[in-house]
Protein backbone atom coordinates (compact mmCIF):
# COMPACT_ATOMS: atom_id res chain seq x y z
CA UNK A 1 0.00 0.00 0.00
CA UNK A 2 3.36 2.27 1.21
CA UNK A 3 4.58 1.97 -2.33
CA UNK A 4 1.54 2.08 -3.94
CA UNK A 5 0.99 5.36 -2.12
CA UNK A 6 4.29 6.71 -3.06
CA UNK A 7 4.05 5.83 -6.68
CA UNK A 8 0.78 7.59 -6.98
CA UNK A 9 1.60 10.78 -5.28
CA UNK A 10 5.14 10.73 -7.06
CA UNK A 11 2.92 10.80 -10.95
CA UNK A 12 1.69 14.03 -9.53
CA UNK A 13 4.49 15.78 -9.75
CA UNK A 14 4.90 16.33 -13.48
CA UNK A 15 0.95 16.82 -13.99
CA UNK A 16 1.31 19.58 -11.23
CA UNK A 17 4.66 21.21 -13.77
CA UNK A 18 2.80 20.76 -16.72
CA UNK A 19 -0.46 22.36 -15.26
CA UNK A 20 1.02 25.13 -13.92
CA UNK A 21 2.94 25.68 -16.99
CA UNK A 22 -0.39 25.44 -18.78
CA UNK A 23 -1.81 28.07 -16.32
CA UNK A 24 0.86 30.46 -16.68
CA UNK A 25 1.04 30.42 -20.60
CA UNK A 26 -2.08 32.03 -20.81
CA UNK A 27 -0.52 35.33 -20.71
CA UNK A 28 1.51 34.73 -24.00
CA UNK A 29 -2.37 33.80 -25.24
CA UNK A 30 -3.27 37.35 -25.13
CA UNK A 31 -3.59 38.85 -28.30
CA UNK A 32 -1.18 41.52 -29.35
CA UNK A 33 1.09 43.29 -26.43
CA UNK A 34 -0.80 42.41 -22.97
CA UNK A 35 1.25 45.49 -21.54
CA UNK A 36 -0.73 47.73 -24.13
CA UNK A 37 -4.15 45.57 -23.60
CA UNK A 38 -4.27 45.43 -19.51
CA UNK A 39 -3.36 49.47 -19.66
CA UNK A 40 -5.86 50.10 -21.96
CA UNK A 41 -5.85 51.88 -25.39
CA UNK A 42 -5.64 55.11 -24.36
CA UNK A 43 -2.66 54.63 -22.08
CA UNK A 44 0.34 57.00 -22.19
CA UNK A 45 4.12 55.15 -23.15
CA UNK A 46 4.86 55.49 -19.50
CA UNK A 47 1.92 54.07 -18.48
CA UNK A 48 2.53 51.05 -20.46
CA UNK A 49 5.93 50.65 -19.52
CA UNK A 50 4.88 51.04 -15.78
CA UNK A 51 2.31 47.69 -16.31
CA UNK A 52 4.75 46.05 -18.43
CA UNK A 53 7.30 46.37 -15.63
CA UNK A 54 4.75 45.17 -13.03
CA UNK A 55 3.47 42.31 -14.84
CA UNK A 56 7.43 41.31 -15.20
CA UNK A 57 7.08 41.06 -18.74
CA UNK A 58 10.70 42.58 -19.32
CA UNK A 59 11.98 39.40 -18.19
CA UNK A 60 12.22 36.03 -20.10
CA UNK A 61 9.25 33.80 -19.74
CA UNK A 62 10.81 31.47 -18.29
CA UNK A 63 12.10 33.72 -15.42
CA UNK A 64 8.46 34.70 -15.42
CA UNK A 65 7.51 31.30 -15.02
CA UNK A 66 9.92 30.33 -12.23
CA UNK A 67 9.05 33.69 -10.31
CA UNK A 68 6.01 33.11 -10.40
CA UNK A 69 6.08 29.29 -9.62
CA UNK A 70 8.54 29.72 -6.77
CA UNK A 71 6.12 32.21 -5.37
CA UNK A 72 2.72 30.44 -5.93
CA UNK A 73 4.77 27.19 -3.83
CA UNK A 74 4.71 29.53 -0.84
CA UNK A 75 1.31 30.47 -1.47
CA UNK A 76 1.93 33.83 -2.78
CA UNK A 77 0.17 33.60 -6.23
CA UNK A 78 1.03 37.70 -7.04
CA UNK A 79 -0.75 41.09 -6.63
CA UNK A 80 -4.54 41.59 -7.88
CA UNK A 81 -4.05 44.28 -10.87
CA UNK A 82 -7.45 45.98 -10.13
CA UNK A 83 -7.43 46.02 -6.44
CA UNK A 84 -5.31 46.14 -3.72
CA UNK A 85 -5.68 42.55 -2.43
CA UNK A 86 -3.17 39.75 -3.09
CA UNK A 87 -4.15 36.61 -5.07
CA UNK A 88 -3.62 34.44 -2.59
CA UNK A 89 -5.63 36.83 0.16
CA UNK A 90 -8.84 37.88 -2.55
CA UNK A 91 -8.65 33.41 -3.15
CA UNK A 92 -8.83 32.42 0.88
CA UNK A 93 -11.38 35.10 1.56
CA UNK A 94 -13.76 33.60 -1.50
CA UNK A 95 -13.01 29.91 -0.73
CA UNK A 96 -15.34 28.72 1.95
CA UNK A 97 -18.64 30.65 0.15
CA UNK A 98 -17.77 28.15 -2.87
CA UNK A 99 -16.98 25.04 -0.15
CA UNK A 100 -19.83 25.82 1.29
CA UNK A 101 -22.17 25.57 -1.69
CA UNK A 102 -20.67 22.70 -3.15
CA UNK A 103 -20.81 20.49 0.35
CA UNK A 104 -24.43 21.40 0.14
CA UNK A 105 -25.02 20.65 -3.09
CA UNK A 106 -23.19 16.99 -2.36
CA UNK A 107 -25.35 16.57 0.46
CA UNK A 108 -27.97 17.50 -1.40
CA UNK A 109 -27.12 15.08 -4.48
CA UNK A 110 -26.80 12.07 -2.12
CA UNK A 111 -29.91 12.55 -0.13
CA UNK A 112 -31.35 12.05 -3.27
CA UNK A 113 -29.05 9.95 -5.66
CA UNK A 114 -28.84 7.31 -2.58
CA UNK A 115 -32.85 6.07 -1.84
CA UNK A 116 -33.34 6.89 -6.14
CA UNK A 117 -30.24 4.65 -6.84
CA UNK A 118 -31.39 1.41 -4.48
CA UNK A 119 -34.87 1.70 -5.70
CA UNK A 120 -33.93 1.64 -9.28
CA UNK A 121 -31.60 -1.09 -8.49
CA UNK A 122 -34.09 -2.98 -6.54
CA UNK A 123 -36.49 -2.88 -9.09
CA UNK A 124 -34.65 -2.85 -12.41
CA UNK A 125 -36.25 -3.06 -15.81
CA UNK A 126 -40.03 -2.42 -13.85
CA UNK A 127 -41.42 1.08 -14.03
CA UNK A 128 -39.76 2.87 -10.48
CA UNK A 129 -36.37 2.18 -12.71
CA UNK A 130 -37.63 3.50 -15.33
CA UNK A 131 -39.03 6.86 -14.10
CA UNK A 132 -35.80 7.25 -11.87
CA UNK A 133 -33.92 6.56 -15.51
CA UNK A 134 -35.89 9.32 -16.70
CA UNK A 135 -35.44 11.88 -14.48
CA UNK A 136 -31.43 11.42 -14.30
CA UNK A 137 -31.54 11.48 -18.00
CA UNK A 138 -33.61 14.83 -18.00
CA UNK A 139 -31.55 15.65 -14.54
CA UNK A 140 -28.07 15.48 -16.51
CA UNK A 141 -29.74 17.73 -19.81
CA UNK A 142 -31.03 20.69 -18.47
CA UNK A 143 -28.46 23.21 -17.93
CA UNK A 144 -27.99 24.44 -14.32
CA UNK A 145 -28.49 28.02 -14.17
CA UNK A 146 -31.72 27.45 -16.14
CA UNK A 147 -32.99 25.57 -13.38
CA UNK A 148 -31.70 27.51 -11.25
CA UNK A 149 -33.83 30.66 -13.08
CA UNK A 150 -37.14 28.58 -12.56
CA UNK A 151 -36.22 27.45 -9.17
CA UNK A 152 -35.97 30.92 -8.32
CA UNK A 153 -39.13 31.76 -10.45
CA UNK A 154 -41.25 29.49 -8.60
CA UNK A 155 -39.96 29.20 -4.95
CA UNK A 156 -38.33 32.90 -4.52
CA UNK A 157 -40.99 34.89 -6.80
CA UNK A 158 -44.40 33.61 -7.28
CA UNK A 159 -44.17 31.74 -3.76
CA UNK A 160 -41.60 33.53 -1.24
CA UNK A 161 -40.06 30.51 0.55
CA UNK A 162 -36.31 31.01 -0.35
CA UNK A 163 -34.68 34.31 -1.02
CA UNK A 164 -33.81 34.89 -4.78
CA UNK A 165 -30.54 36.44 -4.29
CA UNK A 166 -27.71 36.70 -1.60
CA UNK A 167 -25.64 35.01 1.02
CA UNK A 168 -25.39 35.14 4.57
CA UNK A 169 -21.69 34.32 6.02
CA UNK A 170 -22.30 31.42 8.33
CA UNK A 171 -20.38 33.70 11.46
CA UNK A 172 -23.58 35.85 11.06
CA UNK A 173 -26.41 33.68 10.97
CA UNK A 174 -26.38 29.70 10.68
CA UNK A 175 -30.10 29.90 9.65
CA UNK A 176 -29.77 32.69 7.11
CA UNK A 177 -26.76 30.79 5.99
CA UNK A 178 -29.11 27.52 5.25
CA UNK A 179 -31.94 29.63 3.94
CA UNK A 180 -29.93 31.18 1.65
CA UNK A 181 -28.22 28.21 0.37
CA UNK A 182 -31.20 26.22 -0.15
CA UNK A 183 -32.10 26.83 -3.54
CA UNK A 184 -28.56 27.09 -5.14
CA UNK A 185 -27.56 23.80 -3.51
CA UNK A 186 -30.47 21.87 -5.33
CA UNK A 187 -29.57 23.93 -8.03
CA UNK A 188 -26.07 22.79 -8.30
CA UNK A 189 -26.43 19.06 -6.53
CA UNK A 190 -28.95 17.73 -8.81
CA UNK A 191 -27.14 17.26 -12.25
CA UNK A 192 -24.62 16.14 -9.65
CA UNK A 193 -27.46 13.80 -8.32
CA UNK A 194 -28.27 12.49 -11.56
CA UNK A 195 -24.64 10.82 -12.38
CA UNK A 196 -24.63 9.35 -8.91
CA UNK A 197 -28.13 7.93 -9.51
CA UNK A 198 -26.98 6.40 -12.98
CA UNK A 199 -23.53 5.14 -11.28
CA UNK A 200 -24.62 3.80 -8.19
CA UNK A 201 -27.83 1.78 -10.38
CA UNK A 202 -25.35 0.32 -12.23
CA UNK A 203 -23.09 -0.75 -9.91
CA UNK A 204 -25.91 -1.54 -7.15
CA UNK A 205 -27.60 -3.83 -9.65
CA UNK A 206 -24.44 -5.76 -10.48
CA UNK A 207 -23.17 -6.55 -7.10
CA UNK A 208 -27.06 -7.93 -6.12
CA UNK A 209 -26.56 -10.65 -8.94
CA UNK A 210 -23.57 -11.58 -7.43
CA UNK A 211 -23.18 -14.96 -5.92
CA UNK A 212 -22.70 -13.98 -2.19
CA UNK A 213 -26.03 -12.09 -2.52
CA UNK A 214 -27.85 -14.70 -3.49
CA UNK A 215 -26.39 -16.76 -0.70
CA UNK A 216 -26.96 -14.37 2.16
CA UNK A 217 -30.71 -14.33 1.22
CA UNK A 218 -30.86 -17.95 1.02
CA UNK A 219 -29.39 -18.12 4.80
CA UNK A 220 -32.40 -16.08 5.21
CA UNK A 221 -31.14 -12.55 6.08
CA UNK A 222 -33.84 -10.29 5.51
CA UNK A 223 -33.82 -8.27 2.66
CA UNK A 224 -32.77 -4.51 4.03
CA UNK A 225 -29.56 -5.85 5.37
CA UNK A 226 -28.87 -7.79 2.51
CA UNK A 227 -28.77 -4.82 0.36
CA UNK A 228 -27.14 -1.99 2.57
CA UNK A 229 -24.73 -4.19 4.45
CA UNK A 230 -23.48 -6.50 1.59
CA UNK A 231 -24.70 -4.93 -1.22
CA UNK A 232 -24.20 -0.95 -0.47
CA UNK A 233 -20.71 -1.61 0.96
CA UNK A 234 -19.59 -2.50 -2.25
CA UNK A 235 -21.32 -0.27 -4.98
CA UNK A 236 -20.30 2.27 -2.71
CA UNK A 237 -16.61 1.79 -4.05
CA UNK A 238 -17.56 3.55 -7.94
CA UNK A 239 -19.63 5.84 -6.40
CA UNK A 240 -17.26 7.22 -4.73
CA UNK A 241 -15.32 7.35 -7.63
CA UNK A 242 -17.82 9.16 -9.44
CA UNK A 243 -17.90 11.30 -6.62
CA UNK A 244 -14.01 12.35 -7.56
CA UNK A 245 -14.88 13.02 -10.74
CA UNK A 246 -17.52 15.65 -10.21
CA UNK A 247 -15.11 17.80 -8.57
CA UNK A 248 -14.85 19.24 -11.48
CA UNK A 249 -17.95 19.55 -12.80
CA UNK A 250 -19.06 20.80 -9.40
CA UNK A 251 -16.28 24.00 -9.53
CA UNK A 252 -17.05 25.37 -12.89
CA UNK A 253 -20.90 24.60 -12.26
CA UNK A 254 -20.27 26.89 -8.68
CA UNK A 255 -19.56 29.71 -10.80
CA UNK A 256 -22.75 29.62 -12.82
CA UNK A 257 -24.62 29.09 -10.12
CA UNK A 258 -23.02 31.72 -7.96
CA UNK A 259 -24.06 34.22 -10.80
CA UNK A 260 -27.76 33.17 -10.88
CA UNK A 261 -27.73 33.73 -7.21
CA UNK A 262 -25.43 36.32 -6.51
CA UNK A 263 -23.32 34.49 -4.39
CA UNK A 264 -19.83 36.20 -3.29
CA UNK A 265 -17.71 33.07 -3.92
CA UNK A 266 -15.36 32.16 -6.18
CA UNK A 267 -16.51 31.48 -9.57
CA UNK A 268 -17.91 35.38 -8.80
CA UNK A 269 -14.20 36.60 -8.42
CA UNK A 270 -12.94 34.11 -11.68
CA UNK A 271 -15.82 36.10 -13.62
CA UNK A 272 -15.05 39.61 -12.27
CA UNK A 273 -11.15 38.81 -12.78
CA UNK A 274 -12.50 37.42 -16.50
CA UNK A 275 -14.29 40.67 -17.15
CA UNK A 276 -11.41 43.28 -15.72
CA UNK A 277 -8.49 41.10 -17.78
CA UNK A 278 -7.17 40.76 -14.35
CA UNK A 279 -4.51 37.98 -15.31
CA UNK A 280 -2.56 37.28 -12.13
CA UNK A 281 -5.89 36.69 -10.56
CA UNK A 282 -7.35 34.29 -13.71
CA UNK A 283 -3.97 32.34 -13.27
CA UNK A 284 -4.57 32.03 -9.51
CA UNK A 285 -7.88 30.69 -9.62
CA UNK A 286 -7.23 28.28 -11.95
CA UNK A 287 -4.23 27.07 -10.91
CA UNK A 288 -5.97 26.42 -7.46
CA UNK A 289 -9.18 24.83 -8.64
CA UNK A 290 -6.76 22.35 -10.51
CA UNK A 291 -5.02 22.03 -8.02
CA UNK A 292 -8.27 20.85 -5.81
CA UNK A 293 -9.00 18.57 -8.94
CA UNK A 294 -6.01 16.86 -8.55
CA UNK A 295 -5.39 16.44 -5.20
CA UNK A 296 -9.32 14.94 -5.18
CA UNK A 297 -8.33 12.83 -7.47
CA UNK A 298 -5.48 11.76 -5.27
CA UNK A 299 -7.37 11.26 -2.11
CA UNK A 300 -9.93 8.92 -4.48
CA UNK A 301 -7.19 6.83 -5.93
CA UNK A 302 -5.35 6.09 -2.71
CA UNK A 303 -8.71 5.19 -1.15
CA UNK A 304 -9.44 3.26 -4.15
CA UNK A 305 -6.18 1.42 -3.50
CA UNK A 306 -7.10 1.42 0.02
CA UNK A 307 -10.42 -0.70 -0.61
CA UNK A 308 -9.25 -2.26 -3.59
CA UNK A 309 -5.85 -4.69 -2.98
CA UNK A 310 -6.13 -5.43 -7.12
CA UNK A 311 -5.53 -1.51 -7.63
CA UNK A 312 -2.54 -1.63 -5.52
CA UNK A 313 -0.95 -4.13 -7.83
CA UNK A 314 -1.79 -2.86 -11.25
CA UNK B 1 -15.36 10.33 -17.66
CA UNK B 2 -16.38 6.94 -17.11
CA UNK B 3 -19.87 8.23 -15.64
CA UNK B 4 -21.71 8.28 -19.17
CA UNK B 5 -21.19 4.84 -19.65
CA UNK B 6 -23.09 3.30 -17.02
CA UNK B 7 -27.14 4.53 -18.85
CA UNK B 8 -27.06 1.31 -20.89
CA UNK B 9 -26.57 -1.93 -19.07
CA UNK B 10 -24.76 -4.64 -21.29
CA UNK B 11 -27.25 -7.58 -22.52
CA UNK B 12 -30.00 -5.11 -22.23
CA UNK B 13 -32.61 -5.26 -25.03
CA UNK B 14 -30.53 -5.04 -27.84
CA UNK B 15 -28.64 -7.85 -26.92
CA UNK B 16 -29.36 -11.10 -27.33
CA UNK B 17 -31.84 -12.70 -29.75
CA UNK B 18 -29.58 -11.06 -32.58
CA UNK B 19 -26.63 -12.68 -31.56
CA UNK B 20 -27.36 -16.07 -32.57
CA UNK B 21 -28.89 -15.59 -35.85
CA UNK B 22 -25.66 -12.57 -36.29
CA UNK B 23 -23.37 -14.52 -38.42
CA UNK B 24 -25.07 -14.26 -41.81
CA UNK B 25 -25.58 -10.61 -41.31
CA UNK B 26 -23.07 -8.23 -41.30
CA UNK B 27 -22.25 -6.03 -38.75
CA UNK B 28 -23.85 -2.67 -40.27
CA UNK B 29 -27.36 -4.93 -40.67
CA UNK B 30 -27.25 -6.19 -37.44
CA UNK B 31 -26.68 -2.40 -36.00
CA UNK B 32 -29.86 -1.61 -38.05
CA UNK B 33 -31.70 -4.35 -36.75
CA UNK B 34 -30.92 -3.56 -33.36
CA UNK B 35 -30.89 0.23 -33.47
CA UNK B 36 -34.66 -0.12 -34.81
CA UNK B 37 -35.66 -1.34 -31.20
CA UNK B 38 -34.42 1.66 -29.26
CA UNK B 39 -37.57 3.50 -30.45
CA UNK B 40 -36.06 6.43 -27.42
CA UNK B 41 -33.20 7.26 -29.32
CA UNK B 42 -35.42 7.12 -33.05
CA UNK B 43 -37.63 9.57 -31.32
CA UNK B 44 -34.15 11.81 -30.05
CA UNK B 45 -33.02 11.33 -33.81
CA UNK B 46 -35.95 12.55 -35.22
CA UNK B 47 -35.89 15.44 -33.10
CA UNK B 48 -32.80 16.39 -33.74
CA UNK B 49 -33.32 16.49 -38.08
CA UNK B 50 -36.17 18.27 -37.30
CA UNK B 51 -34.00 21.04 -35.31
CA UNK B 52 -31.51 21.25 -37.70
CA UNK B 53 -34.06 21.62 -40.41
CA UNK B 54 -36.28 24.45 -38.28
CA UNK B 55 -32.19 25.95 -37.95
CA UNK B 56 -31.39 25.38 -41.77
CA UNK B 57 -34.90 26.83 -43.14
CA UNK B 58 -35.10 29.87 -39.71
CA UNK B 59 -35.82 32.99 -42.64
CA UNK B 60 -38.94 30.72 -43.58
CA UNK B 61 -39.83 29.98 -40.77
CA UNK B 62 -39.74 33.29 -38.56
CA UNK B 63 -42.47 35.59 -38.24
CA UNK B 64 -40.69 38.55 -37.23
CA UNK B 65 -36.63 39.37 -38.13
CA UNK B 66 -34.76 38.04 -34.83
CA UNK B 67 -32.97 41.94 -34.83
CA UNK B 68 -36.12 44.48 -35.61
CA UNK B 69 -36.83 46.08 -32.67
CA UNK B 70 -40.23 47.41 -31.48
CA UNK B 71 -39.93 49.58 -28.69
CA UNK B 72 -43.85 50.11 -28.10
CA UNK B 73 -43.97 46.04 -27.43
CA UNK B 74 -41.31 45.24 -24.98
CA UNK B 75 -41.37 42.45 -22.75
CA UNK B 76 -45.16 41.78 -24.27
CA UNK B 77 -46.58 38.18 -23.28
CA UNK B 78 -47.00 35.04 -25.63
CA UNK B 79 -49.91 35.92 -27.99
CA UNK B 80 -51.52 35.47 -31.74
CA UNK B 81 -49.38 38.19 -32.90
CA UNK B 82 -46.04 37.32 -30.62
CA UNK B 83 -46.38 33.72 -30.23
CA UNK B 84 -43.90 33.24 -27.73
CA UNK B 85 -43.91 36.78 -26.63
CA UNK B 86 -41.32 39.79 -26.87
CA UNK B 87 -38.01 40.26 -25.21
CA UNK B 88 -36.67 43.52 -23.62
CA UNK B 89 -36.03 45.18 -27.11
CA UNK B 90 -39.41 44.47 -28.83
CA UNK B 91 -37.84 41.25 -30.24
CA UNK B 92 -39.92 38.62 -31.16
CA UNK B 93 -38.87 35.51 -28.98
CA UNK B 94 -40.04 32.75 -31.30
CA UNK B 95 -38.00 34.32 -34.56
CA UNK B 96 -34.72 34.42 -32.09
CA UNK B 97 -35.02 30.96 -30.72
CA UNK B 98 -35.33 29.90 -34.32
CA UNK B 99 -32.13 31.85 -35.27
CA UNK B 100 -30.40 31.03 -31.81
CA UNK B 101 -30.67 26.96 -33.09
CA UNK B 102 -28.23 27.98 -35.54
CA UNK B 103 -25.60 29.52 -33.54
CA UNK B 104 -26.24 26.75 -30.65
CA UNK B 105 -25.95 23.55 -33.12
CA UNK B 106 -23.09 25.48 -34.89
CA UNK B 107 -21.32 26.00 -31.87
CA UNK B 108 -21.72 22.39 -30.93
CA UNK B 109 -20.09 21.21 -33.84
CA UNK B 110 -17.46 23.28 -33.92
CA UNK B 111 -16.41 22.15 -30.80
CA UNK B 112 -16.74 18.12 -31.67
CA UNK B 113 -14.50 19.16 -34.44
CA UNK B 114 -12.03 20.38 -32.58
CA UNK B 115 -11.84 17.54 -30.18
CA UNK B 116 -12.31 15.18 -32.86
CA UNK B 117 -9.54 16.56 -34.85
CA UNK B 118 -7.13 16.90 -31.49
CA UNK B 119 -8.44 13.41 -30.13
CA UNK B 120 -8.52 10.80 -32.76
CA UNK B 121 -5.07 11.25 -34.54
CA UNK B 122 -3.23 10.96 -31.38
CA UNK B 123 -5.24 8.43 -30.10
CA UNK B 124 -4.15 6.53 -33.34
CA UNK B 125 -0.31 7.51 -32.53
CA UNK B 126 -0.85 6.42 -28.84
CA UNK B 127 -2.29 3.38 -29.36
CA UNK B 128 -0.30 2.52 -32.22
CA UNK B 129 3.36 4.28 -31.93
CA UNK B 130 5.24 2.79 -29.14
CA UNK B 131 5.39 3.18 -25.13
CA UNK B 132 7.18 6.61 -25.00
CA UNK B 133 4.81 8.35 -27.54
CA UNK B 134 2.29 6.70 -25.28
CA UNK B 135 3.33 7.72 -21.95
CA UNK B 136 3.83 11.48 -23.41
CA UNK B 137 0.30 11.99 -24.85
CA UNK B 138 -1.48 10.36 -22.04
CA UNK B 139 0.93 12.68 -19.55
CA UNK B 140 -0.81 15.97 -21.28
CA UNK B 141 -3.86 14.37 -21.48
CA UNK B 142 -4.14 13.67 -17.36
CA UNK B 143 -3.17 17.68 -17.20
CA UNK B 144 -5.62 18.63 -19.69
CA UNK B 145 -8.30 16.48 -17.87
CA UNK B 146 -7.06 18.02 -14.53
CA UNK B 147 -8.38 21.68 -15.18
CA UNK B 148 -12.10 22.16 -14.25
CA UNK B 149 -13.19 22.42 -17.90
CA UNK B 150 -15.79 25.02 -17.62
CA UNK B 151 -13.06 27.32 -15.50
CA UNK B 152 -10.14 26.66 -17.80
CA UNK B 153 -12.80 27.50 -20.24
CA UNK B 154 -13.51 30.73 -18.81
CA UNK B 155 -10.11 31.83 -18.46
CA UNK B 156 -9.17 30.94 -21.86
CA UNK B 157 -11.84 32.90 -23.08
CA UNK B 158 -11.02 35.67 -20.46
CA UNK B 159 -7.83 36.42 -21.78
CA UNK B 160 -8.25 35.75 -25.48
CA UNK B 161 -11.47 37.82 -25.07
CA UNK B 162 -15.18 36.91 -25.40
CA UNK B 163 -16.40 35.34 -28.66
CA UNK B 164 -18.50 32.62 -29.43
CA UNK B 165 -15.55 31.04 -32.13
CA UNK B 166 -13.09 31.66 -28.84
CA UNK B 167 -14.92 29.79 -26.08
CA UNK B 168 -16.16 26.89 -28.38
CA UNK B 169 -12.50 26.01 -29.66
CA UNK B 170 -11.31 26.01 -26.17
CA UNK B 171 -13.96 23.53 -25.40
CA UNK B 172 -13.25 21.17 -28.09
CA UNK B 173 -9.86 20.89 -26.52
CA UNK B 174 -10.91 20.51 -23.14
CA UNK B 175 -13.45 17.35 -24.52
CA UNK B 176 -10.27 16.20 -26.74
CA UNK B 177 -9.09 13.69 -24.30
CA UNK B 178 -12.92 11.93 -24.16
CA UNK B 179 -11.92 10.81 -28.50
CA UNK B 180 -8.47 10.66 -27.57
CA UNK B 181 -8.80 7.98 -24.63
CA UNK B 182 -11.49 6.12 -26.38
CA UNK B 183 -9.57 5.94 -29.92
CA UNK B 184 -6.31 4.79 -28.17
CA UNK B 185 -8.39 1.96 -26.01
CA UNK B 186 -9.77 0.64 -29.18
CA UNK B 187 -5.99 0.70 -31.02
CA UNK B 188 -4.44 -0.99 -28.00
CA UNK B 189 -7.27 -3.83 -27.77
CA UNK B 190 -7.45 -3.97 -31.81
CA UNK B 191 -3.47 -4.46 -31.57
CA UNK B 192 -3.92 -8.10 -29.85
CA UNK B 193 -6.39 -8.88 -31.96
CA UNK B 194 -5.82 -12.15 -34.47
CA UNK B 195 -6.69 -10.44 -37.65
CA UNK B 196 -4.71 -7.66 -37.07
CA UNK B 197 -1.54 -9.84 -36.42
CA UNK B 198 -2.24 -11.72 -39.41
CA UNK B 199 -2.21 -8.80 -41.13
CA UNK B 200 1.22 -7.61 -39.94
CA UNK B 201 2.70 -11.06 -40.14
CA UNK B 202 2.28 -10.89 -44.05
CA UNK B 203 4.22 -7.43 -44.12
CA UNK B 204 1.11 -4.73 -44.67
CA UNK B 205 2.60 -1.76 -44.07
CA UNK B 206 1.40 -0.17 -40.66
CA UNK B 207 -0.54 2.93 -42.49
CA UNK B 208 -2.67 0.51 -44.09
CA UNK B 209 -3.49 -1.55 -41.20
CA UNK B 210 -4.42 1.56 -39.65
CA UNK B 211 -6.68 2.80 -42.29
CA UNK B 212 -8.12 -0.74 -43.47
CA UNK B 213 -8.67 -2.30 -39.81
CA UNK B 214 -8.31 -0.02 -37.10
CA UNK B 215 -10.27 3.32 -38.10
CA UNK B 216 -13.28 1.50 -39.40
CA UNK B 217 -13.71 -0.30 -35.99
CA UNK B 218 -13.25 2.74 -34.16
CA UNK B 219 -15.64 4.55 -36.04
CA UNK B 220 -18.56 3.01 -34.38
CA UNK B 221 -17.84 3.89 -30.52
CA UNK B 222 -16.62 7.36 -32.57
CA UNK B 223 -20.37 7.80 -33.71
CA UNK B 224 -21.75 7.21 -30.11
CA UNK B 225 -19.15 9.60 -28.55
CA UNK B 226 -19.90 12.11 -30.70
CA UNK B 227 -23.41 12.31 -29.64
CA UNK B 228 -22.63 12.51 -26.04
CA UNK B 229 -19.65 14.56 -27.04
CA UNK B 230 -22.24 17.47 -28.86
CA UNK B 231 -24.34 17.04 -25.59
CA UNK B 232 -22.16 18.26 -23.33
CA UNK B 233 -20.65 21.10 -26.15
CA UNK B 234 -23.87 22.59 -26.11
CA UNK B 235 -24.54 22.66 -22.39
CA UNK B 236 -20.94 24.27 -22.15
CA UNK B 237 -21.67 27.04 -25.04
CA UNK B 238 -25.31 27.68 -23.07
CA UNK B 239 -23.25 27.99 -19.68
CA UNK B 240 -20.46 30.47 -21.40
CA UNK B 241 -22.66 32.67 -23.23
CA UNK B 242 -25.15 32.79 -19.89
CA UNK B 243 -22.15 34.53 -18.39
CA UNK B 244 -21.77 36.95 -21.35
CA UNK B 245 -18.56 35.17 -22.47
CA UNK B 246 -19.88 33.34 -25.75
CA UNK B 247 -21.58 35.27 -28.72
CA UNK B 248 -21.82 38.77 -28.56
CA UNK B 249 -25.32 40.94 -29.03
CA UNK B 250 -27.47 41.41 -30.96
CA UNK B 251 -26.62 38.01 -32.34
CA UNK B 252 -28.16 35.39 -29.62
CA UNK B 253 -27.24 31.45 -28.66
CA UNK B 254 -30.15 29.95 -26.47
CA UNK B 255 -27.51 30.55 -23.76
CA UNK B 256 -27.51 34.06 -24.26
CA UNK B 257 -31.18 34.51 -24.37
CA UNK B 258 -31.55 33.23 -21.50
CA UNK B 259 -28.59 35.62 -20.41
CA UNK B 260 -31.03 38.61 -21.77
CA UNK B 261 -34.24 36.80 -19.98
CA UNK B 262 -32.09 36.53 -16.37
CA UNK B 263 -32.68 39.97 -15.78
CA UNK B 264 -36.36 40.34 -16.60
CA UNK B 265 -37.40 36.88 -14.32
CA UNK B 266 -40.13 37.77 -12.62
CA UNK B 267 -41.45 40.77 -15.73
CA UNK B 268 -40.92 38.39 -18.74
CA UNK B 269 -40.80 34.72 -17.67
CA UNK B 270 -41.06 33.54 -21.04
CA UNK B 271 -37.47 34.66 -22.59
CA UNK B 272 -36.10 32.41 -20.22
CA UNK B 273 -38.24 29.19 -20.04
CA UNK B 274 -38.48 28.67 -23.59
CA UNK B 275 -35.02 28.99 -25.08
CA UNK B 276 -33.90 26.61 -21.88
CA UNK B 277 -36.26 24.21 -22.57
CA UNK B 278 -35.00 24.15 -26.42
CA UNK B 279 -31.28 23.34 -24.42
CA UNK B 280 -32.61 20.68 -22.38
CA UNK B 281 -34.24 19.19 -25.13
CA UNK B 282 -31.38 19.25 -27.63
CA UNK B 283 -29.30 17.96 -25.18
CA UNK B 284 -31.55 15.11 -24.03
CA UNK B 285 -31.97 14.43 -27.97
CA UNK B 286 -27.89 13.68 -27.74
CA UNK B 287 -27.87 11.71 -24.72
CA UNK B 288 -30.74 9.53 -25.70
CA UNK B 289 -29.38 9.14 -29.29
CA UNK B 290 -25.84 8.85 -27.84
CA UNK B 291 -27.09 5.79 -25.36
CA UNK B 292 -29.42 4.15 -28.10
CA UNK B 293 -26.53 3.75 -30.33
CA UNK B 294 -24.13 2.58 -28.08
CA UNK B 295 -26.69 -0.38 -26.95
CA UNK B 296 -27.38 -1.04 -30.79
CA UNK B 297 -23.63 -1.74 -31.40
CA UNK B 298 -22.00 -5.64 -30.90
CA UNK B 299 -21.15 -6.28 -27.33
CA UNK B 300 -17.29 -5.93 -28.43
CA UNK B 301 -17.62 -2.39 -29.45
CA UNK B 302 -19.73 -1.57 -26.39
CA UNK B 303 -17.23 -2.38 -23.84
CA UNK B 304 -14.59 0.25 -25.65
CA UNK B 305 -17.14 2.89 -25.70
Redesign the interface.
Known sequence: MITYALRRIAMIIPLIIMVSFGVYALVLMIPGDPAITIAGENATEEQIQATRERLGLTDSFFVQYWNWISGAVRGDLGQSLFSSQTVTGAILDRFPVTLALTAAAVTVALLIAVPAGIIAALHRGRWPDRAVTLLTSIGISMPSFWLGILLVMVLALATPIFPAVGYTPLSESVLGWAHNLVLPAFTLGLAVCAEITRQLRGSLSDVLHQDYIRTARAAGLRGRIVVVKHGMKNAAVPVVTVLGFQVGFLLGGSVVVERVFGIPGLGDLAIRAVLERDIPMIQGIVVVSAAIVMLVNLVVDLSYGYLNPKVRQS | ???QH??S?PGSAAGGTEEISGPALSGRARFWRRFRRQWPAQIALGYLIVIVAVAVCAPLLATYSPFDQNLNGVLARPSGEHWLGTDDLGRDVYSRLLYAARISLLAAAQAVAVSLVLGVLPGLLAGYAGKKTDAVIM??T??VM????????????????PSLTNAMFVIGIIFAPRFLRLVRGSVLSLRAETFIEASRSIGTPRWRIIQRHVLPNVLSPLVVQISLAS?LAM?AE??LS????GVQPPEASW?AM?ER??RY??AA?WM??FP?LL???T??AF??LGDGLRDSLGREVRKAS
Do not use: K, Q
Open positions: MTTTGERIDASFPPLILAIAVVGVLGALASFLGLGIGFTAPTVGIALVLNV
